[in-house]
């Protein structure tokens, strides 16, 4: 789970150049009782009404990153910006390579350690993938043969 942390995207400014961002806990302003289409941070296919972008950038999230979440539940996302939020020490998990329709991918500056799972390979229409700030990422010997091929 998740906490609010108003200093946690404090943990981006040092990937961030002339470009003064502020951060606002945007979930805070999410409320139950109305359409999340309308949240922000959220885009809906017009459509299906489908949830099909998710930007929650500098939402001061922190705290461990767990593969039950239900992120992995919007199985109909193109975009997905997780950046500059505090997961320091997590692991990326192997359900981002279930997201079969992601184009966009944005986890710069989240704390994310650990190997890159094989799976981000099946992630077949990734055009963007952003990891910058991972400095205790790694990258399997082949993990990068295998985003190339897609």
């Not at 320091?88 to 279930?98: A, M, V, W």
Request: glycine share 6%; aromatic share 10%.
């Amino acid at each position: 789970m998740f906490t609010i942390n108003p200093n946690a995207s404090n943990f981006c400014r040092e990937i961030i150049t002339d470009q003064e961002i502020q951060s606002y806990p945007k979930t805070l302003l999410w409320n139950k009782s109305t359409d999340c289409c309308s949240w922000d941070g959220i885009h809906c296919d017009e459509m299906t009404g489908q949830v099909i972008e998710l930007d929650l950038s500098y939402s001061t999230l922190q705290g461990k990153f767990h593969s039950n979440s239900s992120l992995f539940q919007l199985s109909n996302l193109k975009r997905l910006d997780l950046s500059c939020n505090n997961f320091t020490g997590s692991l990326i998990s192997p359900k981002f390579g279930e997201f079969s329709s992601l184009t966009h991918l944005d986890l710069s500056g989240t704390g994310f350690t650990g190997l890159m799972p094989t799976e981000f390979s099946h992630l077949s229409k990734l055009h963007v993938l952003r990891f910058s700030g991972l400095y205790d990422l790694s990258l399997g010997p082949h993990n990068f043969e295998l985003l190339l091929k897609n």
